[in-house]
């Protein structure tokens, strides 16, 4: 006959790997964007008008629409 095996409470919850919070830490360590990408559609004469500019000034497109939107903005604090 099998004999039976006494088992500490303590034991057994030291050797279970619990995962209750796992989906929890799992959301708490995925990375915040600290930006929001966003498409913009131009016409032909916007984006060669884009194109000088950014030639002129030598700055990329993203650079120079960043750089009219911060004038905006400073203009309306």
Known sequence: MA???VINI?????????????????KAKKQVRKTTQVSLYF?????????????????TRPVFIRKLLHQEMKKHK
């Open 3 to 5: 004999e039976k095996k």
């Open 10 to 26: 303590e034991d057994a919850i030291a050797s279970q790997t619990t995962r209750t919070f796992a989906s929890e830490d799992k």
């Open 43 to 59: 016409t032909d004469e916007e984006i060669n008008f884009i194109d000088k500019v950014c030639q002129e000034e030598f700055l």
